[in-house]
């Protein structure tokens, strides 16, 4: 995971030039999935980031479920989660949100490792399937076989807990240099969400930053190769009210000695 100033595009040897388009290689966005199987929400989906340069895009839908339904998963997740809160081996300080690492079955070797930090998983609790057979079909993704086999979960208890720039670029993922997809639902207290392009440090005003403003049951995709050539945030707010945010991903290395997964955003149509 790539952190703020850490290491501009020719230093993690980044291509600057175009990719290929989303028609040379078959990628298709999840709006795209989505309208194909017919979801009724289909239309509602933005795309506030579309660089088709460099083949990196971030979706949003407004949610369009209950509060009764939101604040009932809220619960259910603060509650049956085992929260935990790693020491940062750089700072020496507890990392600034609560944090945990799910995956499905057949996945439990897979630790999540970050920026020196080792998180172990946890199976898949029956609430994690009801709150994905919400919202994956929002996505397109209406088969189980469909669906991302892992998810990290964050807690912010209040708005001076955040989360600094950085990429999803881990090699579990393979989204240094791979098309992948990133599925993100949002719960409670509403936080602003920004990407920038990689390289560019803080308060340097020559390219854009994109901002969203995520709310309770707010729907956000990462998808192409956004963590190849973007970074992302959560910064700190002036608010005192939690927000948990789950991250779908699809574990594509497994430890040595186990067998590859597949990550969907790969197959072509």
């Given at each position: 995971?790539?952190?703020?100033?850490?290491?501009?595009e020719?230093?993690?040897g980044?291509?600057?030039a175009?990719?290929?388009?989303?028609?040379?290689i078959g990628?298709r966005?999840l709006?795209?999935l989505?309208?194909?199987?017919?979801n009724p929400?289909?239309a509602?989906?933005?795309?506030?980031?579309?660089?088709?340069a460099?083949r990196?895009?971030?979706?949003f839908m407004?949610?369009?479920i209950?509060p009764?339904?939101?604040?009932?998963?809220f619960?259910?997740?603060a509650?049956?989660?085992?929260w935990g809160?790693?020491?940062?081996p750089?700072?020496g300080?507890?990392i600034?949100?609560?944090?945990?690492?799910?995956?499905?079955?057949?996945?439990?070797?897979?630790?999540?490792?970050?920026?020196?930090?080792?998180?172990?998983?946890?199976?898949?609790?029956?609430?994690?399937?009801?709150?994905m057979?919400v919202y994956?079909p929002?996505c397109?993704?209406?088969?189980?076989?469909?669906?991302?086999?892992?998810c990290?979960?964050?807690?912010?208890?209040?708005?001076?807990m955040?989360?600094?720039?950085?990429?999803?670029?881990?090699?579990?993922?393979?989204?240094?240099?791979?098309?992948?997809?990133?599925?993100?639902?949002?719960?409670g207290?509403?936080r602003?969400?920004?990407?920038?392009?990689?390289?560019?440090e803080e308060?340097?005003d020559?390219r854009?930053k994109?901002r969203?403003r995520l709310?309770?049951g707010?729907?956000?995709?990462?998808?192409?190769?956004?963590?190849?050539?973007y970074?992302?945030?959560?910064?700190?707010?002036?608010?005192?009210e939690?927000?948990?945010?789950?991250?779908?991903?699809?574990?594509?290395?497994?430890?040595?000695?186990?067998?590859?997964a597949?990550?969907?955003?790969?197959k072509k149509?």
């Amino acid at each position: 995971k790539r952190q703020r100033g850490a290491s501009p595009e020719l230093a993690r040897g980044v291509n600057c030039a175009a990719e290929q388009s989303r028609g040379e290689i078959g990628l298709r966005l999840l709006k795209e999935l989505a309208v194909e199987k017919n979801n009724p929400h289909a239309a509602k989906w933005e795309y506030p980031l579309m660089d088709e340069a460099k083949r990196c895009f971030a979706g949003f839908m407004k949610c369009s479920i209950e509060p009764e339904s939101l604040k009932g998963f809220f619960d259910r997740i603060a509650k049956g989660t085992t929260w935990g809160q790693p020491v940062d081996p750089r700072s020496g300080e507890p990392i600034p949100r609560k944090t945990a690492w799910m995956v499905l079955p057949g996945y439990n070797a897979c630790t999540y490792r970050y920026g020196g930090v080792d998180v172990e998983p946890q199976e898949f609790p029956d609430w994690m399937v009801d709150l994905m057979q919400v919202y994956m079909p929002l996505c397109g993704l209406s088969s189980r076989e469909e669906w991302p086999n892992s998810c990290n979960l964050n807690l912010y208890e209040d708005g001076a807990m955040s989360v600094g720039w950085h990429s999803d670029d881990e090699k579990l993922f393979g989204g240094r240099w791979n098309d992948i997809r990133i599925i993100s639902v949002s719960l409670g207290q509403a936080r602003t969400f920004e990407l920038r392009e990689v390289g560019i440090e803080e308060g340097a005003d020559s390219r854009t930053k994109y901002r969203m403003r995520l709310g309770d049951g707010d729907l956000c995709t990462m998808e192409g190769l956004t963590q190849k050539h973007y970074q992302h945030r959560v910064p700190k707010e002036d608010i005192s009210e939690p927000r948990i945010n789950l991250t779908w991903r699809w574990i594509r290395r497994r430890p040595e000695g186990q067998a590859q997964a597949v990550d969907g955003a790969s197959k072509k149509p």
